[in-house]
Nanobody, 121 residues
Framework: QVQLVESGGGLVQPGGSLRLSCAAS????????MGWYRQAPGKQRELVAT???????NYADSVKGRFTISRDNAKNTVYLQMNSLKPEETAVYYC???????????????WGQGTQVTVSS
């Protein structure tokens, strides 16, 4: 089994910062890309940022220059530093990872349970 556990969400004022973490654990042979997505009430889940195992990153246009994704491959952990947060970025933030489990040959997508980020004064 594989688990992704997120942490770091919470309530922050507009313009504030938060740092999300997501640790993958279990029967993991290899992790390819890891990323963060978010889903606001009544909206579809959307990409926030991704990072490959080599450190290549991709960001949604709306967060470029304010959010930074990083990862620690030794800890199977991905981070999202969020600065200058806006009220419209209130959402549940989900961690995603492409993982090959021991005994398997292909990557599968795994998701965390989500962490709530609320940006409000």
């Amino acid at each position: 089994q594989v688990q992704l556990v997120e942490s770091g969400g919470g309530l922050v004022q507009p313009g504030g910062s938060l740092r999300l973490s997501c640790a993958a654990s279990g029967s993991i042979f290899s992790i390819n890309a890891m990323g963060w997505y978010r889903q606001a009430p009544g909206k579809q889940r959307e990409l926030v940022a991704t990072i490959t195992s080599y450190g290549s990153t991709n960001y949604a246009d709306s967060v470029k220059g304010r959010f930074t994704i990083s990862r620690d491959n030794a800890k199977n952990t991905v981070y999202l530093q969020m600065n200058s947060l806006k009220p419209e970025e209130t959402a549940v933030y989900y961690c995603n990872a492409q993982i090959i489990r021991y005994g398997f040959r292909s990557y599968n997508d795994y998701w965390g349970q989500g962490t709530q980020v609320t940006v409000s004064s």
